[in-house]
């Protein structure tokens, strides 16, 4: 992002996890990625402490990963459970609501996860379009393994956010773009 923007701006990036803060941190400063400011704080509590500061937001939630299973792989699936994706996707809810909070009038969410499951996906876009004043953006890539979101069982079309499909180039994960 700090390329894309000619390292001219400002870039909040927030991690929880202390060790893998560090190792932005030290990612980050390698890459001469001057603008970026690496944070180790809740995801939850960015938007109190940033209302309506970014223009845009990359919202990357937490989630129970289906997108990078491997069958052959007991590690990769071994802690996934219904209970777990429930768990996350009310963090997914307050971690949206943060980056909406923090989100400038007119800002860009683009929200994402590596996991396949409507409830980390869809269910939480319906969500968010019935909570926040939120408009869902078409996407506008193309490759073989994309595919539009679910819409059976939704009230709001989701088939501007897009799914991709694990493949041998790549994990599966879903993607989706919102204006405030």
């Known amino acids: 992002m700090a390329a894309m923007m000619k390292n001219d701006g400002y870039i909040l990036a927030n991690e929880l996890d202390s060790i893998r803060c560090e190792r932005l941190k030290y990612n980050v400063e390698k890459q ?3 603008i970026v400011e690496v944070i180790n704080n809740r995801g939850e509590k960015v ?6 500061k970014f223009d845009k ?3 990357d939630a937490p989630c ?12 990769t699936y071994r802690n996934w459970s219904k209970r777990t994706v429930r768990e996350l996707a009310k963090l997914q809810k307050k971690l949206f609501k943060s980056a909406y909070t923090a989100l400038k009038p007119n800002g860009i969410i683009v929200y994402s996860t590596c996991t396949l499951n409507k409830d980390e996906n ?3 876009l319906q969500w968010a379009i019935e909570n926040f004043d939120v408009k869902l953006l078409n996407i506008n890539i193309n490759f073989k393994e994309r595919m539009q979101g679910f819409n059976d069982g939704l009230e709001f079309s989701i088939d501007k956010a ?5 493949s041998k180039n790549m994990e599966g994960f879903f993607v989706s773009v919102l204006k405030k």
């Open 64 to 75: 129970s990963g289906e997108g990078r299973f491997l069958g052959n792989k007991a590690g």
């Open 47 to 52: 938007g109190e402490e940033y209302q309506e």
């Open 32 to 34: 001469g990625a001057n």
């Open 122 to 124: 869809e269910k939480i």
């Open 57 to 59: 937001v990359l919202l």
């Open 162 to 166: 897009i799914r991709i499909l694990p």
